[in-house]
């Protein structure tokens, strides 16, 4: 079956700082990965998606993601943490359903 | 293009009371899915739809919800009676079988908040 696992669920940085937030996945098969992003009272949007076109994936607002078969994992980073990326993010894998992990909460301090 | 459009947005009731949630996804879309994201979780499966059919729903908790997509468009949750528990905001997803098959994307609406006092 598949799922995700997020470690953290709460991670804090500095204005200016990397992000680094951890998802890793367990599937049988090579699935489709993604990470979404939801600002308080939101839906969830889009950040970037693996497709098994390319292992290292760029998404908006400056995300990206790595997907490492050997250590199954999509790990989501950002060299330089803004303000505005404050939110909650989840890890999300697709077989026959979505699936999400339980979420990491980020904080960017001043 | 539209994006899934859910109403109502917010809606507070006591429990044991009913409720129902619609959905209207993107339009083409075959998918349809509800799903239900307690607060500091992670959104969870309720039922998939694929036109008017069920395809799962095994996580929907049959003896007070229900959901229909009689015409293969819109949709409609229910929740009767409602418990405590319930308090959520409830999830609206589509995609088209293609971007399932290339991509496996699916597009959120913008939630229906439930408080359940």
């Known amino acids: 079956a598949q799922s995700v696992t997020q470690l953290g669920s709460h991670v804090s940085v500095s204005e200016g700082a990397l992000v680094l937030l951890r998802c890793n996945y367990s599937?049988?098969?090579?699935?489709?990965l993604f990470w979404y992003v939801q600002y308080p009272n939101q839906g969830l949007q889009l950040l970037l998606k693996?497709?098994?076109?390319?292992?290292l994936v760029k998404g908006i607002n400056g995300f990206e993601a790595e997907f490492k078969k050997s250590e199954t994992s999509f790990h989501l980073t950002k060299p330089s943490a803004h303000m505005s990326d404050a939110a909650e993010y989840f890890c999300?894998?697709?077989?026959?359903?979505?699936?999400f992990g339980a979420g990491t909460r980020l904080t960017v301090k001043p | 293009e539209a994006g899934v459009a859910q109403s109502p947005r917010y809606k507070i009731i006591e429990k044991r009371q009913s409720v129902a949630f619609w959905c209207n996804p993107i339009?083409?879309?075959?998918?349809l899915y509800w799903y239900q994201q307690i607060l500091g979780q992670g959104p969870k499966l309720l039922i998939q739809?694929?036109?008017?059919?069920?395809?799962?729903d095994s996580q929907l908790p049959k003896d007070r919800f229900s959901a229909e997509r009689l015409k293969g468009v819109d949709s409609t949750l229910k929740i009767q009676p409602a418990k405590l528990e319930d308090s959520a905001v409830y999830l609206c997803?589509?995609?088209?079988?293609?971007?399932?098959?290339?991509?496996?994307?699916?597009?959120f609406g913008e939630g229906s908040r439930l408080t359940v006092l």
């Open positions: 339009s083409g879309h075959a998918t």
């Open positions: 693996y497709t098994s076109a390319a292992t």
């Open positions: 599937s049988s098969v090579p699935p489709y």
């Open positions: 739809f694929q036109n008017n059919g069920v395809v799962d």
């Open positions: 997803a589509s995609s088209s079988i293609t971007r399932l098959a290339v991509t496996g994307e699916l597009f």
């Open positions: 999300a894998v697709n077989l026959n359903d979505m699936r």
